[in-house]
């Protein structure tokens, strides 16, 4: 089921330690009351300053995990704090990083939800609200953000 509804995304970086940087999703101003998957740390595209893209995300652990989801309304706005481990093996802690230099980055989240088929189990649920609500489809992009990479690559 597609709808037409739209919504807007906020990224904005909130700190930075030893091995990852903290970036804030925040999803507003949506056009009617909507389904979304939980945002992922591999929604965060970091770009150079000619705006190529720097960097892939990569794992170590393969695995399943059951897709999450929220209800955002009109009006509301609902923020997710994700963890970009950074210039680090992945773990099953620390299932995503990415290798960045040293430098000025720039950063934008990219939220992509194509499915064709029903994705949301309401029976599984047993919400009435989220019954109530169709699940989004579509493709939205956030501001773009500077940050500084200080985190130095590990040792060989």
Not at 45 to 72: A, H, M
Not at 131 to 138: A, F, S
Request: net charge neutral; aromatic share 12%.
């Amino acid at each position: 089921m597609k709808t037409e509804a739209t919504l807007c995304i906020a990224l904005e970086h909130v700190s930075a330690n030893s091995t990852y940087h903290t970036f804030r999703v925040a999803f507003h101003s949506a056009t009617s009351r909507m389904l979304l998957p939980y945002p992922q740390v591999t929604g965060i595209r970091i770009l150079d300053e000619s705006g190529i893209k720097v960097g892939e995300w990569r794992t170590r652990v393969i695995g399943s995990v059951p897709v999450d989801d929220f209800v955002l309304a009109p009006k509301a706005r609902i923020a997710f704090d994700l963890m970009a481990f950074v210039n680090c093996e992945p773990t099953p802690v620390r299932r995503w990083s990415i290798e960045l230099p040293i430098g000025k980055h720039f950063a934008k989240f990219v939220y992509q939800i194509s499915r064709e088929c029903d994705w949301y189990d309401y029976l599984a649920k047993r919400s009435r609200f989220a019954h109530m609500t169709p699940p989004w489809n579509g493709t939205v992009e956030s501001n773009t953000i500077e940050f500084l990479n200080e985190i130095p690559k590990a040792d060989a």
